[in-house]
């Protein structure tokens, strides 16, 4: 398939989920995975050392950012994203149509592309899907994705219906406008909003296009929990088994459990960096706020199961007092521990898989995390 090759290595007998492995120009990613967020060529915060001590195989950054700034033509000259940002594992990037469609309340559509203005300064632009492909083939990524349109939550059938036709017809835009087939793979994107109907449809159209992988757009995004997971469940067992399956924009620890179990391979979102700077820490017991004054004489760490480093050095009352004190080493240290836990949970879920008990995984981790098993 050129730049990219799945290995399914194994069903879990409980449940179905895989696991498995990607190989990219960049190396190897273990699947299930989650993908930190860089989106302007840094997971905020933290360092690519760091990155990889607490277990990050393949990170993200987006398309849309880093056209507005630096410009794709700057990090062409670098030698591209790996070299700019000193990363030399697996980059994913998105095409910018989340951020066109999400940050900018002026917008037109049309079936060549959209007039956006920037969130920066205002300033006009036109996103193609032949745009969009240029940028992600200057910031030379392992995989890239399409140009799609992701529309909001709730939304009108017959809209719908509009938009996945031109997703589809933008999809052919970008496969044809893609020629560096052999560095770079990309994905096209299933849409669909809550209907049944229409994702089924979505997923026929981007399989006659024969993409080396397939990502699930447009969910979590305000619908129910119940309502994502119905929409995979159509839409997952329609994908193929050879090629990655990828969720779009979910990171929170049940959505990962449950993507996992209805066979999603990869996993992207800012949850774990913007809640960790806003002092907010996901915990084997569920999350705390540690910047709340309940924490102020607590000297325990973060989660006494986890091994990372703010675990192991720091306790939640220093982290408080730096939160409040408004010092950047507690947003890092928040951050950091997301992370590493969102990262240690996977690779939790790829053991269960192993060892065939992934369902017997989640009703444990749901009830010690405080969630409510469906």
């Not at 860089?38 to 393949?58: C, F, H, N, R, Y």
């Not at 997923?203 to 929409?231: K, R």
């Not at 879920?349 to 008990?357: G, L, P, S």
């Amino acid at each position: 398939m050129g730049a990219i090759r799945y290995e399914l290595i194994k069903k879990c007998k409980q449940t179905g989920a895989r696991l498995g492995r990607v190989y990219t120009p960049h190396g190897s990613f273990e699947t299930p995975a989650f993908m930190p967020v860089g989106t302007q060529g840094t997971v905020k915060g933290m360092s690519p050392d760091e990155l990889k001590e607490i277990g990050a195989e393949i990170i993200l950054s987006n398309t849309y950012h880093l056209y507005m700034r630096p410009g794709h033509d700057i990090i062409r000259e670098a030698g591209g994203l790996h070299s700019f940002m000193n990363w030399d594992r697996p980059i994913l990037t998105d095409s910018g149509g989340f951020q066109v469609f999400s940050l900018s309340d002026l917008r037109d559509i049309t079936e060549e592309g959209v007039t956006f203005k920037s969130h920066i300064d205002g300033s006009r632009h036109f996103f193609t899907p032949e745009k969009a492909i240029e940028i992600q083939n200057s910031l030379g990524s392992d995989i890239i994705m399409a140009f799609d349109e992701c529309v909001p939550y709730p939304c009108d059938y017959d809209y719908v219906k509009k938009s996945i036709e031109r997703t589809t017809r933008w999809a052919r835009r970008c496969k044809e406008a893609h020629k560096n087939t052999e560095k770079q793979a990309l994905f096209g994107i299933v849409q669909g909003s809550t209907y049944r109907d229409l994702r089924i449809r979505s997923a026929y159209e981007m399989l006659e296009l024969d993409f080396p992988g397939y990502a699930v757009g447009g969910l979590s995004v305000g619908e129910p929990a119940e309502e994502m997971y119905e929409m995979l469940e159509c839409t997952v067992p329609l994908l193929p088994e050879d090629r990655p399956r990828y969720l779009m924009g979910v990171g929170s620890p049940d959505y990962l459990i449950e993507g996992a179990i209805r066979g999603i391979d990869m996993f992207d979102c800012v949850l774990p960096t913007r809640i960790g700077r806003n002092g907010t820490v996901l915990t084997s017991r569920g999350r705390i706020i540690v910047r709340d004054a309940a924490y102020a004489r607590d000297y325990s760490s973060l989660d006494p199961e986890c091994d990372c480093y703010a675990c192991r050095n720091f306790t939640r009352a220093y982290i408080r007092h730096l939160l409040k004190a408004r010092e950047i080493l507690g947003l890092r240290l928040c951050t950091l521990h997301n992370l590493k836990f969102l990262l240690d949970l996977m690779k939790k879920v790829r053991q269960a898989i192993i060892d065939d008990k992934l369902g017997d995984f989640r009703k444990e981790f749901f009830s010690s995390f405080g969630y409510k098993s469906i």
